[in-house]
């Protein structure tokens, strides 16, 4: 019978006799009757423990120089070659060019020294495509300790690679490369003792408006190696979409060490142009630091503050007025939970009035929180909490479901806004599109993407409105102009409208440069046969001025203010 050594080897060996004559056997067995009694029970056990690996693990086996001898059935069928196919071949036939060269090196030096190997290696199907297991190689010894043959019994772990292959997508960021807003959360609250760094690149909406997002992007993916160099070791680095990044790192500082952090990093960033093709662009930034528990959201607090005082870094401290944000963020979560809880997110709607008619033309739905006290708050004092309560994505399906089935009873136009983060989230598009068509409001909905919120991944969003428009649905870009847009935009995302965003809108009755820009909108949007849409519309002054320019369509306080469903 065999035996497995503690290293790992196999040795053959003899089996002992057993004496089968005890006190008071009356009709002994002849000793050579127990052997063969003995040697059939353990070549049925072995049989039985054979049968147990062949129907559990994939097996093979080889001369000492690699050629394969054996294989059982579940390797030729996870292999999808013949055991014709394989016996007389070495497992090159099977191996992945993926895998490293020094992976195999290692093998061979372990088992060929009498141990054992283990390791998950690549392998690749005879249909080309790959598979992977975990092997464990050992080598079998003669009686005299020399290898007779080599077996390896595997474990198909492909659904595992794949599982955490979804996963590591989940958490990178698909420009950069970098871990994603995600994986900061998840890595946060690992983390008894963290420093965080938000990092806001200044003016980056400039150069994606007049040279292209595809220049921006490359600016981003060239900073992203240039700011992994500058931070230390003990630091990481993450990309949480368009041009903000954070930094984490595993110990707490205090404030003076904190500022010299963030001089040190704003300084070396601003020190060289970062090249994109043959443009070189002077980068600054803003930075918001705090260390603790709560170091993301304080940090961010800090940025935004930063941003506010046009500071280069601000540091969060417990004894500023920034203390005060996070409490009315911590306030907010629990304001809108209960609201949630009690039905409280509504549905408000304020007209959009055709310029020539003066007539109400279509309706643009906005969400609104009424607190428990009955006073009603827009989303601009609350939205920033939901998104890091993780509540935001709630809030839109609530006014997605109450505008679809309030509207299913009427034969207005309206409108719904997403942002890039809406139409990224699958279960929010998912609703919105089967309700759309459950509700038959398809062919009178327009879908408002907000324009200001900045687009990563155009081939998503472009995903997103041809299925819209497959059932019907039309595509409006909300806020153009705000910062992030240039026309090339306009002409990627084959929309029906172009709402021309208020901070050009508001001193169109006496500023020429926004009656230039706006003129120019206007016709090129009637160039690609898209209408156009003034929004801020506030006086009677600025009313005029956006129909003397011809756009087709008004918003605003002066031609509609926002009222309930109930009112309209």
Known sequence: MSSIKSDGEVRLKESPVIDAVSEGESNPLPNDQVVMKELAFNRSLLEQYKHAVDISSIVSKTDPCGVITYVNDQFCRVSGHSREELV????????????????????????????????????????????????????????????????????DVTDLIEQQSVIQRQFTDP???????????????????????????????????????????????????????????????????GDQFAILTRQSLNTEQLAHMCKDLARRIAQYPVGVEEFQFPVSVVIGAASGVNAFIEADIAL?????????????SPDSRLTKRIEDNISWVGRIRDAIRHDRIEVYVQPIID?????????ECLMRLRDDEGNLHSPYVFLEAAKRARLYDNLMQIVIYKAFRHFSDRDDNFSINLSARDIYNSETVAMLLDKALEYGVAERLIIEIVES?????????????????????????DDFGSGYSNFEYLLK??????????????????????????????????????????????????????????????????????????EI
């Open 304 to 316: 935004h503050s930063a941003q506010e005082k046009e500071r280069t870094y601000e540091i969060f």
């Open 175 to 241: 420009l950069t490369g970098l871990p994603n807003r995600q994986k900061l959360i998840s890595d946060h609250a690992e983390m008894d003792e963290v420093t965080c760094l938000l990092v806001d690149v200044c003016d980056f909406s400039e150069i994606n408006e007049y040279h292209g997002y595809q220049v921006g992007d490359r600016l981003l993916k060239a900073l992203a190696l240039i700011m992994n160099r500058l931070i230390h070791s003990d630091s990481v680095l993450y990309h949480l979409g």
């Open 493 to 566: 995302l084959d929309i029906d409208y172009i709402k021309v965003d208020g901070s050009l809108i508001k001193h169109l009755d006496s500023d020429t440069n926004t009656q230039m820009l706006s003129d120019m909108i206007v016709s090129f949007g009637r160039k690609m046969g898209a209408e156009t849409v003034a929004e801020f519309v506030h006086s009677e002054e600025v009313k005029q001025a956006a129909i003397v320019l011809g756009f087709d369509y008004l918003q605003g306080y002066h031609t509609g203010k926002p009222v309930s469903l109930d």
């Open 88 to 155: 007389g071949a070495t497992h090159r036939l099977i191996r992945h060019p993926d895998n490293d060269p020094l992976l195999f090196r290692d093998m061979w030096q372990t088992i060929r020294s009498r141990k054992t190997w283990q390791g998950i290696i690549k392998n690749r199907r005879k249909d080309g495509s790959a598979y992977y297991v975990d092997s464990l190689i050992l080598p079998v010894l003669d009686p005299d300790g020399k290898i007779a043959e080599f077996m390896s019994i595997r474990t």
């Open 453 to 477: 919120e900045g687009i990563e991944n155009y081939e998503k969003v472009l995903g997103f409105i041809s299925w819209a428009k497959k059932i019907g649905c039309r595509i409006a870009v």
């Open 355 to 363: 310029a020539l008619t003066g007539h109400v033309a279509k309706y």
